[in-house]
Each structure stands twice: as C-alpha cells, then as structure tokens.
C-alpha cells in the first residue's frame, strides 16, 4: 500500500479536509489554501538555497584538498 503526503492516504486526507471545511467555513478555504502554498513555496524555496549552498561548500572544500597536495610539491623542491 502506497502512502501519499506525509504517509496519509486518500481517505485521511478526505477527513482532514471535511473537518477543516467544518471548522472554518467554505468561505475561509481559499484564504487558508493561500496561505499554505506561500508557506509551503517558502519552505521549498529556503530548503532550495541551502541545498545550493551546502553544494558550494562541498565543492569548494574539494577544491581546496585538490590544491593543498599541490602547494606540498611545490615546497618540498
């Protein structure tokens, strides 16, 4: 059995919307479904630049390790 987001299936999903729909109203959805998807779009878009940046640490780190085994020869002649 496949789960889909955050490991709830269909029908807890189907719940969740039914007790949100209950407790504010058809009239609040859009508003709260706006408000989700600019939190969530923040968070990917947070989790986006700090994956860019742990890729440049990486990278620079290797760069570093590339260089330092240079600089040794060089001062060993």
């Known amino acids: 059995m496949s789960n889909g987001l955050f490991g709830l299936g269909l029908p807890e999903l189907v719940v969740i919307g039914g007790v949100t729909a209950l407790l504010f109203g058809p009239s609040k959805l859009p ?11 923040s968070f990917q878009s947070a989790a986006n630049e700090f994956n ?8 620079e780190g290797e760069e570093n390790e590339e260089e330092t085994p240079k600089k040794k020869e060089e001062e060993e002649k």
Do not use: A, M, N, P
């Open 31 to 41: 508003e709260l479904g706006k408000s989700l998807g600019k939190t969530v779009k």
């Open 52 to 59: 860019e940046e742990l890729k440049k640490e990486v990278k």
